[in-house]
């Protein structure tokens, strides 16, 4: 079955640091890939997604995720972190022939210190 | 552009009291739309989707229900709301062709259930 997993349910950065999201997905074929973002009591945002190509994908807000077609992982980063990223980020996967619906990982809620 | 709106914001609502949230899409035709449910530290749970006016489909067996009754309008509801109906809930549109169907999120509706 198709399933995704974020491992990190909380994770807390110093501003200022750097940040790697984990991600790693189950899938048939090579999918679509997102991350989302969502700021307490606010709908998601849309932070990057990958289709095709160049697997080291630009987003906005500083953020990128590289696809890693071997490990089955789509990792968000972001080489210095604002106290304005504290927020809970969603990996999402879907597939490329829109059989199936998008199906979106748990969860990982980042927490800035000061 | 498009824009999504979502209303009530927040709603408080008694144990076996109807329910009804709306959800427009404004700037595109004939989206896929979806109702989610968050619940703290559970993810998004896809409640229904909708491939166009009066197509619903349904994931979870529960006592909501979903209608679309016109192009860009998604409403979801309940006849009478259990406590278990509390939690978070997004509408999401997306483009029903092509490769970009990444899902667009709305404000989200705080419903309470007491």
């Known amino acids: 079955a198709q399933s995704v997993t974020q491992p990190d349910i909380h994770i807390t950065v110093s501003e200022g640091a750097s940040l790697e999201l984990r991600c790693n997905y189950s899938?048939?074929?090579?999918?679509?890939l997102f991350w989302y973002v969502q700021s307490p009591g606010q709908g998601l945002q849309l932070l990057l997604k990958?289709?095709?190509?160049?697997?080291l994908v630009q987003g906005i807000k500083g953020f990128e995720a590289e696809f890693k077609r071997s490990q089955s992982s789509f990792n968000l980063r972001k080489p210095s972190v604002h106290w304005s990223d504290a927020a809970e980020y969603f990996c999402?996967?879907?597939?490329?022939?829109?059989?199936?619906?998008?199906?979106f990982g748990k969860g990982t809620r980042l927490h800035i210190l000061p | 552009s498009q824009t999504i709106h979502q209303w009530p914001a927040t709603l408080v609502q008694p144990v076996g009291s109807p329910l009804s949230l709306e959800c427009t899409v404004e700037?595109?035709?004939?989206?896929?739309l979806y109702w989610y449910r968050q619940a703290a530290g559970r993810g998004l749970q896809l409640l229904f989707y909708?491939?166009?006016?009066?197509?619903i489909s349904s994931e979870v067996p529960q006592n909501l229900s979903a209608s679309r009754p016109q192009d860009r309008q998604f409403i979801l509801s309940s006849k009478k709301l259990l406590l278990s109906d509390s939690g978070f809930y997004l509408c999401?549109?997306?483009?029903?062709?092509?490769?970009?169907?990444?899902?667009?999120f709305g404000p989200g509706t705080r419903l309470t259930v007491t």
């Open positions: 999401a549109w997306s483009v029903s062709s092509g490769e970009h169907y990444e899902q667009y």
């Open positions: 899938y048939g074929a090579t999918p679509y």
């Open positions: 990958y289709f095709s190509g160049d697997t």
């Open positions: 999402a996967v879907a597939p490329a022939n829109r059989d199936d619906k998008i199906i």
């Open positions: 700037g595109t035709s004939n989206p896929n």
């Open positions: 909708s491939v166009g006016i009066g197509q």
